[in-house]
C-alpha cells in the first residue's frame, strides 16, 4: 500500500527542519504544502530557507522542478510568479503527480506545510476542480444580506447548507462560493474527485506549541526575516512590476503589513509589529484547523516543548513505515 507521510503544525513549529530530518532518516522527499512558497522571489518573508548554494534543477523526467538541499530532494517551491493564480486544485493536481513519482522511485513521500486546507485537499479530494468563479453571480449577491444568502442557498441545496459549520453560515464569502458550487452542481459543470482516489495509507503529525511560547518564537523568526533582508525583499517585487493589486502581495502575511509602509503612512516599527500581530493571528487559525484535521484522520499531535518529542515521532513512524 502506499505510503504517505505528513507533517502540519502553525508557523514556526520547526516542521521543515524535523521534514529534513525524517527524509534522511527513512529516504523520503520533501513535498511543500505552502501556499505561498510557490512562489518565485518570494523567498525571505515565506521561509524558504533555502541555503546559499541551493540549485533549482529541472530534468526530463520531473514534472516541475525541484530542490537539493543536504541531499534531500523539495518539491512544490517556486512554481508560478506572483500575479499568477495557483489554486488548491492547481496543488492537488502537481503534487499527486510528484508523490506518484516518488512512490515509483520506492522513496517516501513526506508533505510538510502549514497550508491545512492543502493537506486536506491531498488526503480527500477536491469537490470544486472544475468550477471557477462566476462574477455576475457574485457581483449579483453582493449586495445580499447573511440571512438572504442563506435562503438563496438553502433553497439550492439544502443538504450543503446543513453540512457547514456555524462560522461559515455567517460568512458571506463562505455562503457565496457555496451557492456557486451549487448552482454549477445542478448545470452539471462540477467535476468532484473522489476521497478514495488510490489505497493510501497516510500518517498524519501535526506539531502544536503553548500560545506564549508560538508567539515568541514567532516573533524571533520575524526580527530574523528582517534582519536577513525581508524590506529589500519587498522593494526588490515592486520593482518588478508586482503591486500590492496586482499580486498576492496585498493578501500575503508578512508582506500586506508593509503597504502603508512603503507609502508613508507608518514608521516600519509599526509595521513589524503588525506582521507579528498578523503571524499570531494565523498561528491560531491554523492550530483550529490541525486539530480538525487530526481528528479526522487519526494523526497525533505534538508539543515541541517536550524534550523528547522527535524520539516520539521517530518510533511512532517507524511503527508505521517499517
Known sequence: MNKLLVICGPTATGKTRLGIELAQKFNGEIVSADSRQIYRGM?????????????????????????????????MLDIVEPDQKFSAADYYSLAWNVIKD??????????????????????????????????QLRKRL??????AL???????????????????????RRLIRAIELAMAKKQGIRKEIP??????NS?????????????QRID?????????????????????????????LGETIGYREWRDFFEG??????????????????????????????????????????ENYKEEVENLIKDWYI
Not at 523567498?43 to 529541472?58: E, N, Q, S
Not at 453582493?142 to 440571512?147: D, K, L, M, R
Open 43 to 75: 523567498d525571505i518573508i515565506t521561509g524558504k530557507d533555502l541555503p546559499a548554494d541551493a540549485k533549482f534543477r529541472k530534468n526530463k523526467e520531473s514534472i516541475i522542478g525541484y530542490y537539493e538541499i543536504n541531499k534531500i530532494l523539495f518539491w
Open 102 to 135: 516518488i512512490w515509483r522511485r520506492k522513496k517516501l513521500p513526506i508533505v510538510v506545510g502549514g497550508t491545512c486546507f492543502y493537506i486536506k485537499a491531498l488526503l480527500e479530494g477536491i469537490e470544486t476542480i472544475g468550477v471557477g468563479p462566476d462574477w
Open 150 to 172: 442563506t435562503e438563496e442557498l438553502k433553497r439550492i441545496d439544502q443538504k450543503k447548507w446543513e453540512s457547514m459549520n456555524e462560522s461559515d453560515k455567517r460568512n458571506p
Open 142 to 147: 453582493s449586495s445580499y444580506s447573511v440571512n
Open 195 to 200: 476521497k478514495k482516489i488510490m489505497k493510501l
Open 220 to 248: 524571533q523568526r520575524v526580527d530574523e526575516r528582517v534582519v536577513a533582508g525581508a524590506q529589500k525583499e519587498v522593494e526588490d517585487l515592486l520593482k518588478k512590476g508586482y503591486n500590492w493589486d496586482n499580486s498576492v
Open 203 to 215: 500518517l498524519l503529525i501535526g506539531l502544536t506549541a503553548p500560545n506564549k511560547v508560538l508567539y
Open 265 to 306: 503612512k507608518v514608521a516600519k516599527e509599526e509595521a513589524i509589529v503588525r506582521w507579528k500581530f498578523d503571524e499570531h493571528a494565523y498561528a491560531r487559525r491554523q492550530m483550529t484547523f490541525l486539530k480538525k484535521l487530526i481528528l479526522e484522520h487519526k494523526g497525533r499531535l505534538f508539543n515541541i516543548v517536550n
